[in-house]
């Protein structure tokens, strides 16, 4: 199978690149990137006016599977990344049962073999259950094939434990990720406190539960040799938290996620659950300063916390509703919106923050086009605008607050390991 | 007439409207007095009561209200009902939808639970307590007690004492009194309330005697006993002897100053017995005028539904969204 991609304004972090070129792929490997390359192919793309990216990659995804196979699957949620543009996302262990070992890795590996149309990387949990009490298999999830621990949906509550945890997968060069939140802090909080919780009469969720951690991971990864990343970071203490971190030279990163940074709390009125997410989405001051966070490279990645849930979960009283929304397939409009249209990000930049910086941290031989590669490439249309329509989405579940919601940005193909699997708005 | 299929807060009733609601109110209350006044305006209605929090009062206040109207009122006995098998609050409310109730009360324990109601059914919806949200008719029969005695609230001075931040009253009444032109200090001990309400356009202030100075309207709220739990202040002799409004306390506020509560109140620890039974207090005056106030609600709002098809295109327009999202719990 040869793809011949013409015309398209090639954005590749990893060689800095941002210029009009081809690129033909052949056996599912990068062979050439060059202006006019004339070639046969099997299919041939006028990419004239799109950008041309390394796939997508996504750090931070629930696919429910094992457990809650009627939020999401491995299938159906790795056909909602394709739509997306992702080529690779990493599944958070909060499953039933939780991915605690290593036969439940074999399990995810062997169900995304056979039904994912994208790279399915699992991580798994911290400890044995996400229980917080002891370590879970974390070696024997390494020799099978986890990208990460992490205990996301919760937090380890135990510091000395975390530490043993962070210093355990620094031997096996693991990523921590980490879900900040103090839950003696939270309180039944379900949105951010602040004047629009005031107004509402709902139970807030300070910025405190968030930073307190923030502060202590930071301070417990020092000298462990431990890559600790902060998963979606949420308010304006936090990201200065980071930087100062990064000042001091310490090896951490953080991620975002679009919906912090596209919406305040003031989206919260009107008490549609679908606007129940963790953390919360936060004040204008704080995504304010998520935005310069962005610019000045304090966050690293774009995540999507791409967390399914069934609409009976979310059309019921917002104390009751889970918290979560999805997000694969509107990550990218939306960054696009927000932070290109905004001159936030340069569309490298962008492309770097979904991909190259994702790769990084994983420490996977992704986010590049250059010759060689594995052919994992995104094919986009920044210029295309339109309304997002939850009916539309490939995802099982629909709980998003951006229906009907104004962005500029789709993706038009994705290319995994030189497979097309989403051809020009079709998913394979 | 109102122009609204629902009432569920006085964060989104505009000035005009509370103020239509207290003249409506006005009649209403004549009917109580009067058996031979009651109009039965409500006829063929019905009305049903969900009360998922227990408050034998305020059911007992809009069961009155309606029956004094002519409409049918029932209760949905929520402990022994379905509800208590797990049905949900949407299926609860489709439910009786489809049995054509017009108007729904609801009392709730979650913020939002009566806008949830609202968005899913045909029926009015009536919130009578939601969290620590809005309680609408309280504030409204508050709202009434205060004009009929002081005419106006312009510049008024009133002073709102106790757990305030467990208090959908309060904060029902900030709105409302704030929208009126009234003044309005929250006082109580600083765990009890929140800085935050100055954002509604309430003062804060964590010293009671000044709270009370000069006041108008002195308004007591309940200790919330069943949410002490977290120890938010140590005891209740402490809470008395710091916080507990007794004849020394009250004359810091003028001399014509009311005295009221939403009841039912904790005597001797949030009022002294002297005060409650005292000449400033019109406690026992607020409970006729809930019904007058929960009348005249289920009045207006029986008027609007009976010809108001600007009510009627918006659901319309409301229901095909949630008739879609109702569809898709089958699909997938
Ligand atoms: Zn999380
Ligand atoms: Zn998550």
């Known amino acids: 199978m040869k793809i011949l991609i013409q015309n398209g304004r090639i954005l590749d972090p990893s060689s800095k690149t941002d210029g009009i070129k081809d690129i033909l792929v052949e056996n599912g490997i990068i062979a050439a990137v060059e202006e006019n390359i004339s070639a046969s192919a099997d299919q041939i793309i006028d990419a004239k006016g799109y950008w041309v990216a390394p796939g997508l990659i996504d750090v931070h995804v629930h696919l429910r599977e094992p457990g809650y196979e009627y939020k999401e699957t491995i299938k159906t949620g790795s056909r909602a990344a394709a739509k997306g543009g992702f080529t690779t996302i990493c599944c958070m262990p909060n499953t039933n049962p939780v991915v605690d070992n290593e036969i439940l890795v074999e399990y995810i590996k062997m169900k995304a073999e056979r039904e994912a149309i994208v790279n399915v990387l699992p991580i798994g949990s911290i400890t044995k259950g996400q229980k917080g009490e002891e370590l879970a298999n974390i070696g024997k999830m390494a020799e099978a094939g986890i990208c990460a621990i992490s205990e996301d949906g919760k937090t380890v509550m135990n510091a000395g434990l975390l530490k043993k945890a962070m210093k355990y997968a620094s031997m096996f060069n693991l990523p921590v990720l980490s879900h900040c939140e103090d839950i003696t802090l939270v309180g039944g909080g379900v949105m951010n406190a602040g004047e629009m919780s005031e107004r509402l009469g709902m139970k807030g969720i300070g910025a405190d539960a968030e930073e307190v951690i923030v502060a202590r991971d930071i301070i417990l990864a020092r000298n462990t040799g431990v890559k ?4 979606h970071i949420s308010t304006a203490g936090s990201v200065q938290l980071v930087r100062e971190a990064k000042l001091r030279g310490e090896y951490v990163s953080a991620e975002v996620c679009p919906h912090h940074f596209s919406l305040t709390d003031e989206a919260v009125e009107g008490y549609d659950a679908n606007t129940k997410m963790n953390p919360p989405l936060r004040s204008a001051k704080d995504v304010k300063s998520l935005k310069e966070g962005l610019k000045d490279h304090t966050i690293d990645i774009i995540a999507t916390d791409h967390a399914p849930h069934h609409i009976d979960e979310k059309n019921c009283e917002y104390d009751r509703a889970a918290f979560g929304i999805v997000g694969l397939e509107t990550a990218l409009p939306l960054s696009i919106t927000h932070l290109v249209e905004e001159n936030i990000l340069t569309p490298l930049e962008l492309i770097e923050k979904m991909s190259t910086n994702p790769a990084k941290l994983l420490g996977i031989d992704k986010g590049s086009l250059q010759v060689g590669k594995t052919a994992d490439i995104t094919i986009i249309d920044p210029d295309e605008t339109y309304e997002i329509d939850v ?10 607050p951006f229906h009907g919601y104004r962005v500029k940005g789709k993706v038009k193909y994705t290319i995994v390991g030189g497979k097309m699997v989403f051809n020009n708005g079709e998913l394979i | 007439m109102l122009k609204r299929k629902d009432i569920l807060g006085i964060r989104d009733l505009t000035a005009e409207e509370i103020l239509g609601i207290l003249e409506t109110a006005r009649e209403m209350k004549e009917k109580i007095e009067n058996k031979k006044a009651r109009e039965k305006s409500l006829k063929n209605f019905s009305i049903v009561t969900l009360f998922y929090e227990n408050s034998t009062r305020t059911k007992m206040s809009f069961a009155l209200a309606g029956e ?4 049918d009122v029932s209760d949905l006995g929520v402990a022994t009902s379905s509800v208590n098998k797990g049905e949900s609050l949407v299926d609860t409310g489709i439910t009786l939808d489809q049995m054509g109730i017009d108007i729904m009360v609801i009392r709730h324990s979650m913020s939002g639970a009566a806008n949830v109601l609202a968005r899913n059914v045909k029926a009015s919806v009536i919130n009578a307590g939601d969290g620590v949200n ?8 508050d709202l009434y007690t205060i004009y009929e ?3 106006s609230f312009k510049d008024l001075k009133v002073a709102i004492i106790g757990d305030i931040i467990h208090s959908r009253v309060a904060r029902s009444n900030v709105f409302g009194l704030t929208k009126l032109g009234a003044n309005v200090v929250v006082g109580g001990p600083s765990t ?10 309430a003062k804060v202030t964590m010293d009671i005697k000044e709270a009370l100075k000069d006041a108008d309207i002195v308004m007591g709220l309940r200790i919330q006993m069943e949410r002490q739990k977290g120890g938010l202040f140590p005891d209740l002799r402490e809470y008395r002897d710091l916080f507990g409004i007794n004849e020394e306390m009250m004359k810091y506020a003028k001399l014509d100053a009311l005295l009221m509560h939403p009841g039912p109140v904790n005597r001797g620890i949030e009022l002294s017995t002297e005060i409650i039974d005292g000449s400033q207090s019109v406690i026992n005056e607020q409970v006729k005028n809930g019904v007058a106030v929960r009348m005249a609600l289920l009045h207006l709002l029986a008027e609007g539904r009976k010809n108001n ?16 999202r109702w569809d898709q719990r089958y699909i997938g």
């Open chain 2, 192 to 201: 009890l309330i929140s800085k935050n309400m100055e954002y509604l356009g």
């Open chain 2, 68 to 71: 004094y109207l002519g409409a």
């Open chain 2, 134 to 141: 809005e309680h609408p008719t309280q504030a409204l029969l």
């Open chain 2, 309 to 324: 098809e600007d009510i009627d295109s918006k659901w319309t327009h409301t229901r095909s969204f949630i008739q879609n």
């Open chain 1, 391 to 400: 009916n539309s989405f490939a995802s099982k579940s629909k709980n998003s």
């Open chain 1, 228 to 231: 600790l990343h902060i998963c």
């Open chain 2, 149 to 151: 005695k002081k005419k």
